[in-house]
């Protein structure tokens, strides 16, 4: 079974487990950059690995909602400089929202996440009835 159907249109690139990306600036979308992300699976769980340099971890909200996981970061900026009597005061707001659509293999309580050198991971946990099964074979009586 596949777990990523592999689209050649944009802007969708990914769909199935990762469902639609979304950049959102005040619940409108935008042509602001979205971090790329890496998604990995082994027999045991899912992982996710968002390419996200300059933030800091304090910058990222993660929120599970039924089967959907949202990752968003909003950082606002400010930036004045006085010259004699010119005053220059610059806002700038970086801010992104990916959301995507966990299968129901994952054990959503016990998603974690860490960041370290410009990248967040995230682990998900497959549950214990969808991890595979080690080879036996049953004796015939």
Excluded: C, W
Excluded at 18 to 44: C, I, M, W, Y
Excluded at 55 to 74: A, G, H, P, V, Y
């Amino acid at each position: 079974m596949a777990l990523i159907r592999v689209n050649n249109t944009l802007p969708s690139l990914m769909e199935g487990f990762l469902g639609r990306d979304f950049n959102q600036v005040f619940g409108t979308e935008s042509t602001h950059a979205v971090p790329a992300v890496n998604v990995f699976e082994t027999k045991d769980s899912f992982r996710l690995e968002v390419a996200a340099p300059g933030l800091k971890k304090e910058d990222f909200k993660l929120n599970i909602d039924r089967n959907q996981l949202t990752i968003s970061s909003e950082v606002a900026n400010t930036t004045d400089e006085t010259e004699g009597k010119y005053v220059r005061k610059e806002f700038s707001f970086q801010t992104f929202q990916r959301r995507f659509t966990l299968p129901q293999t994952v054990d959503t309580d016990k998603i974690s996440a860490s960041y370290t050198n410009g990248v967040l991971s995230v682990s998900l946990p497959k549950r214990e009835e969808a991890k595979p099964k080690p080879f036996r074979q049953i004796e015939i009586s």
